[in-house]
């Protein structure tokens, strides 16, 4: 059964729109049958003509008085904008934390993803990359487990201490979606035409992948960010940084395990340089105040709520968003 | 800009879930090199091991009390829940008109779409279809179009006085996703989970493809379902009602244009020979009672509050809801 929250959430305007992408072409391919529904009549389709590729979806819930700047959710790689909402076990998510805390958020699907969508023409792009329930559990910092390690074993892996919950990592998985390698201009695109689409000088709280565009948008299009909140960036765009100037105020937080990672105490190295570069960047390890045992996945672990009262406690103290203070 | 509503929405919850699906695994395969994000760490990657497909993503809206039945709203091939929402020309969608109504509302993304995602596995499912902007200019009964004619062409074919926002075409196609046509009953049986999940006698809204799937429903889970509006199904499982017998009250609505149509006529056969046979079924078709212009995108029509209004007075009149009506 769904969820129920202790208190109503108030919207004054919900909805979603489709942004940026292109018309794209194709030509030359042959007919192909399809019969759409059991039952249904077959059609003959011509796979030559016109497609939209690129765009991508954002839905958004006014849950503030218009006041306060609105917040982007972006999500990290093989996920979408589900992964902000009710966790894998069925707690409240960040999406329904921050309504409830009078915000306007715009959830997205990156470009490619969810209701994004794309369009599967043959030719235009590559095959998705494979992503096992085993590579994820362990490059999302759950635990340790083998390659091989099947999906109903793998919760036996977790960290002593682990935040996720594990036990519905079966369930997570249900939430996986197929990236691809090779579309971050389009997704970097897609979101700049969502920031001009909002038209309000807004807060990116983006994840994983996200980060990195989160972090881009800001240096690239700096009047319609008015801070970043990046919770494990995959990357940092140091060199974009030293080449343009940055300095919208951000916050970095990082979780557990890094140390035990293969990955990760590289990536930490560049945030650290990049924080010690740009005085704006203020990073937040949360085993460092005592938060211990967060996974890669911070907004659905089971201390997601303190992590969110973390990162609105910053919201509310930089410059700019302090007038909004509830 | 995003749109406003002119009354404040009600949630007593939000959130999403997956249901359904199922473990598998995948053996044999070559190591795969990717670099996730520009700057990033290349990771190897190592496509043999557990994934889940199948599932199902649906998000909740609970806007009214909990004692009307849930509004489970099921779109059609190639599109995502983002259907249901804001129109392309930025209009209120038929989530928003029913949360205003105060009802609860279930937004489903079909198997293998949207935020349901797929499981991007080599050699376990073909390539997905193709459906060019013209030939669903023409399928979706818009007007008519030349397999060639371009995507900034097309609006320029719409039938006079067609009701769908024609000039809006191409954003109408930032929402088109991949569909495939051999995934018929891992739909079915998310869907099933779906109602097994929810766990109230719910009113199913389902649109062309997904009509197939809610009248299904029906029929082989009658306990589950208290009522279907089914906006131009696709094809109706007549065998089945023979088979099972069928008597849940179903609303089935048509739009205009049908006589021009290569297809439709017979899927309006079909239709009325389903309502023939069974009582329970009773057919709108909306040119008959003088509503013109009507494409088989109903819910994005121009007058798509006007058909909203007419679904919740059937439902309002209908026995098992009438006790609801506000």
Redo the contacts between chains.
């Keep these: ?5 202790e208190r ?11 942004v940026g ?1 292109e ?1 794209k ?2 030509q030359g ?1 042959p007919l ?1 049958q ?8 077959p ?1 003959t ?8 590729i690129g ?1 991508m ?1 954002a ?2 819930f ?1 849950g503030g008085d218009g006041r306060r700047p609105p917040i982007l959710f972006w999500h990290g ?1 093989g996920l ?3 992964c902000w ?2 966790t894998p076990d ?1 707690r ?2 960040w ?2 934390d921050f ?1 409830l805390d009078g915000w ?1 958020i715009y959830l997205c ?1 990156a470009v490619e ?3 994004s ?6 030719d235009v792009w590559p ?9 994820l559990f362990v ?1 999302f910092r759950i635990g340790h487990a083998e ?2 390690t ?3 074993n793998l919760a036996g892996h977790a960290f002593p201490g682990s935040q996720f919950p594990a036990r519905q990592f ?2 997570f ?7 691809w ?1 090779h579309t ?1 201009e389009q997704i970097m695109a897609a979101y700049h035409a969502l920031l001009r ?3 309000r000088r807004s807060i990116i709280v983006c994840h994983s ?1 996200g980060g ?1 565009f989160g972090l881009r948008s800001a240096m690239e299009a700096p009047d319609a960010v008015t801070a970043v909140v990046a919770l494990e960036p ?6 974009k940084a030293r080449q343009l100037g940055y300095s919208t105020p951000t916050l970095i937080v990082l979780g557990d395990y890094i140390d035990t990672d293969t ?1 990760w105490p ?2 930490r190295d ?1 945030i650290m340089q990049f924080a010690a570069e740009f005085p704006c960047v203020q990073v937040l390890s949360l085993p460092e105040i005592g938060i211990k045992g967060n996974s890669h996945m911070l907004m659905m672990d089971k201390n997601n709520m303190e992590i969110s009262g973390k990162v609105r406690d910053w919201l509310y103290g930089m410059a700019g968003a302090d007038s909004a203070r509830p």
């Design positions: 059964m769904a969820i129920r929250t109503c959430i108030k919207l004054r305007g919900m909805g979603s729109f489709h992408g018309p072409s194709l391919k192909m399809a019969t759409l529904a059991v039952g249904g009549v059609v389709m011509d796979p030559n003509g016109d497609y939209v765009q979806y839905q958004y006014l790689g979408t904008g589900a909402e009710t069925d409240r998510g999406v329904e309504l306007d699907d993803r969810g209701r969508g794309y369009a599967p023409i043959p095959a998705p990359i494979s992503q096992t329930a085993a590579s490059r390659t091989n099947t999906l109903e079966t369930q998985m249900r939430q996986v979606v197929p990236r390698s971050d689409r909002i038209g992948q990195m995959a990357s940092v765009p140091l060199e990955r590289r990536i560049r």
